[in-house]
């Protein structure tokens, strides 16, 4: 299950695990490259959430005369981001506006400067997402790319690999030689030309630089142009490409020309520092989840992006307007008191009473068309009397159809500050679902489970490797399948600690920052888990290097105990990159087959539609799809 299907489930059944935490935020000054009707240009991120949310706006029209503008919410707004390892447009699925927070200024050594909220996310090298007040002087991020070229004949160029060596004696180049001397091809021909010879590319370019019979090939005119299917224009496996005609390839590919996907460049920090507050906004972005902010790769709202996105998906907001501007219909129970819900008392004097009047964003709410999400945060956290308030909003006629309801709330057990639910109010709502933990079975008198265990595991290990996960955390719970990834029961003593979701995800960073120590891991996920996790992390002595399997993959030492067999698939589909995906599958092919999927998976997840640039990869794909549904 997907992860966005998952939250739907979670938000329709009013649970809390990934719903938790504000959104990290971007200064409305910082300029983002956007795509509408076909046409590329920059504009600051306060004016593109002004502009997406249908507001209008001034411009100057022809002779600078001022201009009352409107966008046609018909047309689809695409950001520039990082997708698959090369730079995209997808659709911007929400903009909102956050308020007043306070920021930090990075700059960077290239010059590149962006304020944004401390718990705002920074794209690393590797995957790895880092929030901004986590970031040191000289750590590497990623910003907007240029062309890669490389010394091997092969380089990427407005988003499309061309071959750079051996093409001189191809018939059009002896017909017409360029005035620069440049005999570069773009790659997606020469595959498509191989095909229509019944030769592979290597064999292609061969025939090329021998100047072999030449006269007797086909080769593509100028009128035929080649069509990448899934839109990828850096994926030229021969499946992936078609012959058009120029007409019919520019109706399909209109979007891709303006924002071409380089590859991104790393960058030093030059330096950071809390830098006051200012107004502050973000974006959600489909598929990617990230975008550019002045030049630099930024992760979309942080926490809350999917539960943002998943509402857009099922056609609700999460925003409601008011009198006083927009606001975010998340509401904290445990911040709550009864008088939100109710209204404030206020005495009209003129008519000798007193009125209850309902504040601002409730009001907004029952006169709104709009479809919203109201989502009530740890809703058990509530007072008693509060918790009663909240039982109005079930009341026929409080809120119109369109407004729909969710919650979520801890169990009076967890000791999480619930000392019970009001009764009347569960019973208000149509489901109810429980999160699994271990050893919670699907009870036929007991609670519903959103999931199976099994699949929570994997769920957790997904979001984990998109969060940075070493490959010996991720390791330990598939080889555990997840048995002390929540271990938590309510104790009197704070000192003592014990795995859960939380904590795990603060390994994740705690690890990669170097704190290792059975101290200090055990002052997180408690000792005795802290000793089996250390000793499970030693087996890293006995493995192969990654170069050793890189080298020799069908003879490189392969572990014969399963914990270290997770282990280093873990470690190869983090290490592997394009050049040696060919000796990466030989060797997990020689694992159990399940390990070889997920480590397959794990690192097509990586490094995306690049690995089709592999040519042993590519065989190794079309013989064993099969194996790509054993780690569903």
């Known amino acids: 299950m997907s992860a966005t299907q998952l939250l739907i489930n979670e938000m329709n059944a009013g649970q809390k695990v990934l719903l938790v935490g504000p959104p990290g935020c971007i200064d409305g000054e910082a300029i983002i490259p956007i795509n509408r009707a076909g046409k590329g240009f920059k504009i600051k991120l306060k004016d593109l959430v002004t502009r997406f949310n249908n507001k209008t706006f001034m411009y100057k029209g022809k002779g600078g005369h001022p201009m009352i503008g409107k966008w046609d919410k018909s047309i689809t707004t695409n950001a520039r981001c990082l997708y698959n390892g090369t730079f995209a447009l997808k659709q911007i699925s929400g903009a909102y506006p956050k308020g007043i927070k306070p920021v930090f200024k990075l700059t960077l050594s290239d010059g590149k400067v962006l304020r944004l909220t401390g718990d705002h996310k920074v794209a690393q090298p590797n995957n790895i997402w880092t929030r901004v007040d986590k970031l ?8 907007n790319g240029s062309p890669n070229l490389k010394k091997s004949g092969r380089y990427l160029n407005k988003g499309y690999w061309y071959i750079c060596r051996n093409l001189k004696n191809r018939p059009f180049f002896r017909n017409n030689p360029p005035k620069n001397q440049s005999y570069d091809m773009p790659e997606h021909r020469l595959v498509m030309e191989a095909k229509i010879n019944n030769m592979d590319l290597h064999q292609w370019l061969q025939v090329i630089k021998s100047n072999a019979f030449l006269s007797s090939y086909t080769y593509l005119n100028n009128k035929q142009e080649i069509h990448h299917k899934d839109g990828d224009s850096t994926n030229n496996h021969v499946s992936n490409l078609e012959i058009l005609s120029k007409k019919n390839h520019a109706k399909k590919h209109k979007l891709q020309k303006n924002f071409p996907g380089f590859i991104a460049k790393e960058v030093f920090v030059k330096s950071i520092f809390p830098d006051g507050e200012t107004e502050v906004f973000d974006i959600t972005v489909e598929d990617a989840h990230n975008f550019l902010a002045n030049g630099i790769v930024v992760h979309n709202c942080a926490k809350t992006s999917v539960i943002l996105e998943t509402a857009n998906k099922c056609g609700y907001k999460t925003q ?30 003129k008519l000798g009473i007193t ?32 918790q009663a308030s909240f039982m109005r909003m079930f009341d026929n006629g409080f809120f119109p159809p369109n407004v729909l309801v969710w919650a979520a709330t801890n169990r009076p057990g967890d000791k999480a500050g619930v000392s019970a ?4 109010l569960r019973s208000r709502f149509d489901s109810a679902y429980i999160v699994p933990t271990p050893g919670v079975d699907d009870k036929a008198d007991g609670g519903v489970l959103l999931c199976s265990w099994t699949d929570w595991v994997d769920n957790w290990v997904n979001w984990a490797l998109s969060n940075g996960a070493s490959p010996e955390i991720v390791a330990w719970h598939r080889s555990t399948n997840g048995k002390s990834l929540y271990a938590w029961k309510p104790h009197a003593d704070p000192s003592l600690r014990m795995p859960d979701f939380r904590s795990w995800g603060a390994m994740i960073v705690r690890w990669n920052q170097g704190l290792r120590s059975l101290q200090q891991i055990a002052a997180v996920i408690g000792k005795a888990v802290a000793s089996e996790f250390l000793s499970f992390t030693s087996l890293s002595d006995k493995l192969p290097t990654p170069d050793e399997v890189w080298a020799n993959p069908e003879t490189a030492p392969l572990p014969s105990e399963p914990s270290a067999q997770w282990l280093i698939s873990c470690v190869l589909s983090q290490q592997v990159t394009t050049s040696c995906a060919g000796a990466f599958v030989k060797y997990v092919n020689r694992m159990p087959r399940v390990m070889t999927a997920f480590a397959v ?20 794909f079309n013989k064993n799809q099969s194996l790509f549904n054993l780690g569903e």
């Open 136 to 143: 040191n002087n000289n750590d590497l991020v990623l910003v």
């Open 320 to 349: 409601i307007e008011t009198k006083e501007g927009p606001q975010s219909t998340i509401f904290r129970a445990s911040l709550a008191e009864r008088v939100d819900l109710t209204g404030c008392m206020v005495p009209d004097h």
């Open 355 to 386: 009125r209850q009047l309902p504040f601002s964003f409730i009001k907004a709410l029952q006169n709104t068309t709009e479809k919203i999400v109201f989502f009530l945060d740890d809703l058990g956290q509530g007072p008693m009397d509060t």
């Open 601 to 620: 998976k794990d690192a097509y997840k990586r490094l995306g539609k690049a690995m089709s640039m592999n040519k042993e990869w590519c065989q190794w």
């Open 421 to 424: 639910l009001c009764e009347p």
